[in-house]
C-alpha cells in the first residue's frame, strides 16, 4: 500500500521532538492497529528525552506517546474481542502476558518484558502521537463506553498511577486520616480527585506554582501549601503534630524526597511516584517507626478498568489542554518549561 502517516519522533540524542512522515503500520497476526483519537503528553518524554545516549534502552528514532486512545482502524489476523471503530483507550506497560504477574493483569510489573525486548508503546516502540498506532494484543485495549477520548487519554497513566499507588494504602485512608500530594501537576491533580472519591482522607496537597495549587484547590483538595521548607511544620499543624499518614511524592527529587520523611507520621506510608530518582534513606532512627517506603510502577491492567469507571462515573476529570499534532515539539518547549497547568493532550 505504501501508506504514509505524520507521528512526532524523538531522533537524536539531545534534540527536540520532530513531525515526520513515517509508513502507516499494517497489522500483522493478532495485532490491532488504531485511528488515534488523543495522546497524553507526559512528563517521563521529558524524562527519556534528557537521558545521556548511554543510559537510553532502545533504539531511535521513536515515535512518543504512552498515553493513547483511537478507534479500531483494523484488525489483523486471529484477532477476536474487537470490532473496527470501536472506541478503546490503550493499556500501556506491555509484558509478555504469561508470567505470574502478568497472569494477574500485573503487566507493569512483567519478569520477562526485559529479556523479550518488549517495551511499552512511546517507550521503546512506536507511540501514540501519530495518526495511527500499532497495538501489539487486544489484551492491551480498553473499552472507552461513552467516555470522551480527550479525557480518557491522560487516565492511562497519569490517572492510573496515582490511582495503583494510593490503592496500596486504602487501609490507612480512613475517617481522621491525612494524605499529603506532593507535586499537584498532571499526576497530582488526578491524585487528589482519587483520593478524594475512593478514600475518607484529608487530603493537603503541595505545589511551588500558584496555579497548580489553585486547581488542586478546585479538585478537592481540603488544604493547600507552598512546598518549601515549611512544608513539613505546615502538615504538622493540620495533623495535630502527628504528620500525615500517607504521603505521596509525585516529583521524586531530593527536596521532595526529604519533605516526605520529615512529614509522615509513624507508621505511614511514604510512596515516590515521581521518576527523578532522589534515595529516600530507610533504615532504624531514619524515619518515624514502621514507616514503609515504595516506589511503584504505573498499574495493572484491571486497575485500569476501574480507573476509567471512576471517571464514567464523574468522580474523576482530567484538567486537559488540547493541541494538533503539528504543534507538539513547541507544546513539548511548553510542558518542559512548567507553563501548562493538569495535561497537554494532543489530537492528530
Known amino acids: 500500500m505504501g501508506q504514509v502517516m505524520k507521528a512526532v519522533q524523538y531522533q537524536r540524542v539531545g534534540e527536540s521532538p520532530v513531525v515526520v512522515e513515517v ?5 500483522g497476526p493478532g495485532q490491532v492497529l488504531l485511528q488515534v483519537t488523543a495522546a497524553g503528553m507526559c512528563h517521563s518524554d521529558i524524562g527519556v528525552m534528557s537521558w545521556p545516549a548511554d543510559r537510553l534502552p532502545f533504539e531511535l528514532p521513536l515515535t512518543l506517546g504512552h498515553e493513547g486512545v483511537g478507534t479500531v482502524a483494523a484488525l489483523g489476523p486471529g484477532v477476536r474481542g474487537v470490532s473496527e471503530g470501536e472506541s478503546v483507550a490503550v493499556y500501556g506497560p506491555w509484558g509478555c502476558g504469561v508470567c ?27 507511540g501514540a502521537m ?38 496500596r494504602s486504602v487501609p490507612k485512608l480512613v475517617g481522621g486520616s491525612t494524605a499529603v500530594v506532593i507535586g499537584a501537576g498532571g499526576l497530582g491533580h488526578l491524585a487528589v480527585q482519587i483520593l478524594r472519591a475512593t478514600t475518607g482522607a484529608r487530603v493537603i496537597a503541595l505545589d511551588v506554582a500558584d496555579d497548580k495549587l489553585e486547581l488542586a484547590r ?3 483538595a481540603h488544604d493547600v501549601a507552598r512546598s518549601d521548607e515549611s512544608a513539613p511544620e505546615r502538615i504538622r499543624e493540620l495533623t495535630d503534630g502527628l504528620g500525615a499518614d500517607v504521603v505521596l511524592d509525585f516529583v521524586g527529587i531530593a527536596p521532595t524526597v526529604k519533605l516526605a520523611a520529615q512529614s509522615v507520621a509513624i507508621e505511614g506510608d511514604i510512596t515516590i511516584v515521581g521518576i527523578a530518582g532522589a534515595p529516600l534513606p530507610v533504615g532504624f532512627g531514619l524515619l518515624p517507626h514502621e514507616v514503609s517506603v515504595a516506589a511503584p510502577y504505573w498499574g ?19 484538567h486537559v489542554e488540547t493541541f494538533g499534532l503539528d504543534e507538539t515539539p513547541e507544546v513539548y518547549e511548553r510542558f518542559h518549561a512548567g507553563e501548562i497547568t493538569g495535561r497537554a493532550v494532543i489530537v492528530p
Open 23 to 27: 509508513p502507516k503500520p499494517e497489522p
Open 100 to 126: 505470574r504477574n502478568c497472569a494477574q493483569g500485573k503487566e507493569n510489573y512483567c519478569t520477562r518484558a526485559g529479556e523479550l525486548g518488549i517495551r511499552p508503546p512511546g517507550l521503546g516502540a512506536p
Open 130 to 167: 501519530a495518526e495511527y498506532l500499532l497495538v501489539d494484543d487486544v489484551r492491551h485495549l480498553v473499552p472507552l463506553d461513552g467516555l470522551d477520548p480527550v479525557q480518557a487519554a491522560p487516565l492511562t497513566d497519569a490517572g492510573l498511577t496515582p490511582y495503583h499507588a494510593i490503592k
Open 218 to 220: 478546585q479538585v478537592g
Open 300 to 318: 495493572s491492567r484491571s486497575e485500569l478498568i476501574e480507573v476509567l469507571d471512576l471517571a464514567r462515573s464523574g468522580a474523576l476529570h482530567a
